[in-house]
Structure formats: structure tokens, C-alpha cells
């Protein structure tokens, strides 16, 4: 007996705008960008998921179609960012008031490295805050409002930890507060970057951090691995959907802003 023939679904071209189901989790949403390795649906609560190419992978008024990008040859103005954005001119916005605070440097360094262009053009300022542990005063002191909005991303934001207790202190419309679960951003990274399958378990010691307990259990020296790790990233589809959707939710809030009068 031959094989049975693979069946063929329509191949739809993508639209942004267009609204499509994912066939394997039925997440519904809005096709809000994509990139040569997937597509980013945003749903009514503005939550951005993530998903591959695949043949028949979803869904349009309920029968399945494979997803295709558009026949164009790309010129200058219209490459992608690594955030899979479709990129503007190059030219930076005058920053806003807003800003998207994050807790050091290294994640400061991982969303200029993945959403830099998109940053600037929409003039989005990022600020490492060196520690959550005074964020109520820091939000007060920053004054937000209408046109003054704060990003907060946060780490290992879950249920009792000290992270999710600092987030509940802040209660402003203008401020939005999100995070990822993981106790170190190096750990939003996938870790088939480095060719691994998954991170080793870094048991918690006071004495060492999270970042030193992990080069530690891969042999690798700690000065220096940070820059390795964070240059193998080249698109959003490197990260982890738990901290893509935490910047990109922040990103839009705090782009959601009136021009200034």
C-alpha cells in the first residue's frame, strides 16, 4: 500500500488586522506582526501569543488554512526587526515621558537587543531600576499620568513571591506591572541558543547568585558569558513566550499614549 497523500489546506497570505484561531491551543486574535519564523496574534485583552509557521495550523471561520507571508522583495524600508516588527525609517521618535522600567542592566541590554528598533521609533525610553524592592516610592516619585504612562516588567512574577508582593503596592491606571516567571532574565533566553535542551536546576544558595550558580554548573566562566548568551539572541523566537509577552504588552501601554500638547 503507498501512503496516504498529505492533506492540502488553502494557503491564505497574511494580513495584519486579520483574525485567525491556532488551531493546537485556540488562542484567538488579530494578526498583529510576524517574521520569517512565526506569526503574533494579540486577543481583546491585548495578551500577544506567538506561533510557527505550519501547514493547516489554523484556523479561519472555523476551517483550517496554511499561513503564508506576502511575495514582496524587501528593500531597505521594509526589513523586520528582530522583535518581528515590519521597521520604520531608522530615525528615533523624540522620546515620550513615558518610560518601561526593568530591574538591571541585563534586561535593559536584552530589550534593546531584540526590540531596539521598535523602541525608538515609537520613542520608548527603557530604564533599569537596580532593584524592585522601593518601587512604590520610585512610582511616586515618577509622577505617572495620561501622558506620563510606566511599564514595569518584573522578575519571577508569581504567585508569592517578594516580586508579585511589590507589584501589588502600585495601584495607578497609568502604571502597568508585568513579568516572567523566571528568577533571572538570562533564563527567558531559550536555551537551545547555547545548543542545550533545557537549563540546569540552580539550587538557591544566599551566597551566590542565580547567574553565578548557573555558569557554575555549566563549567563556563562568568565574566563574559552574558555577552555570548545575549548575541546568540537574533529574533523573538529565541526568547521564551512568557517574556516576549511581557515586553510586548508593556511596549504597547505604554505607546498607547497622547501625543504631548
Known amino acids: 500500500m503507498g501512503r496516504a497523500k498529505p492533506t492540502e489546506y488553502p494557503s491564505i497570505v497574511v494580513e495584519l488586522g486579520m483574525v485567525i484561531e491556532d488551531r ?31 501547514p493547516g495550523g489554523f484556523l479561519i471561520d472555523g476551517k483550517p488554512v496554511t499561513l503564508v507571508r506576502p511575495k ?19 530615525r528615533a521618535r523624540v522620546a515620550r515621558a513615558s518610560r518601561i522600567w526593568v530591574e538591571g542592566k541585563h534586561d535593559a541590554e536584552l530589550l534593546e537587543h531584540v526590540w531596539g528598533d521598535d523602541l525608538r521609533d515609537l520613542g520608548i525610553v527603557v530604564e533599569p531600576m537596580h532593584g524592585a524592592d522601593d518601587l512604590e516610592a520610585m512610582v511616586q516619585e515618577f509622577q505617572p499620568g495620561r501622558q506620563r504612562k510606566l511599564g514595569v516588567l518584573l522578575d519571577h512574577l508569581v504567585p508569592g513571591s517578594k516580586e508579585t508582593r511589590i507589584a501589588q503596592t502600585v495601584q495607578d491606571p497609568n502604571v502597568l506591572i508585568t513579568g516572567h516567571p523566571f528568577v533571572d532574565v538570562w533564563a527567558g533566553i531559550r536555551p537551545k541558543v547555547i545548543g542545550l535542551d533545557n537549563w540546569p536546576d540552580i539550587p538557591y544558595d544566599p551566597e551566590v547568585t542565580w547567574k553565578e550558580g548557573l555558569c557554575a554548573a555549566l563549567g563556563a566562566p ?20 512568557e517574556l516576549v509577552g511581557a515586553v510586548e504588552q508593556l511596549i504597547d501601554f505604554v505607546a498607547d499614549t497622547p501625543d504631548d500638547d
Open 24 to 54: 493546537s491551543s485556540h488562542f484567538v486574535g488579530s494578526i498583529a506582526r510576524w517574521n520569517a519564523e512565526g506569526v503574533t496574534l494579540k486577543d481583546r485583552a491585548q495578551y500577544l501569543r506567538h506561533f510557527t509557521w505550519k
Open 72 to 90: 514582496q522583495v524587501k528593500s531597505v524600508t521594509q526589513r523586520t526587526t528582530a522583535s518581528g516588527s515590519r521597521a520604520g525609517d531608522g
Open 222 to 241: 562568568f565574566e563574559g558569558f552574558w555577552p555570548r548568551l545575549r548575541n546568540q539572541v537574533n529574533t523573538f523566537a529565541d526568547l521564551t513566550p
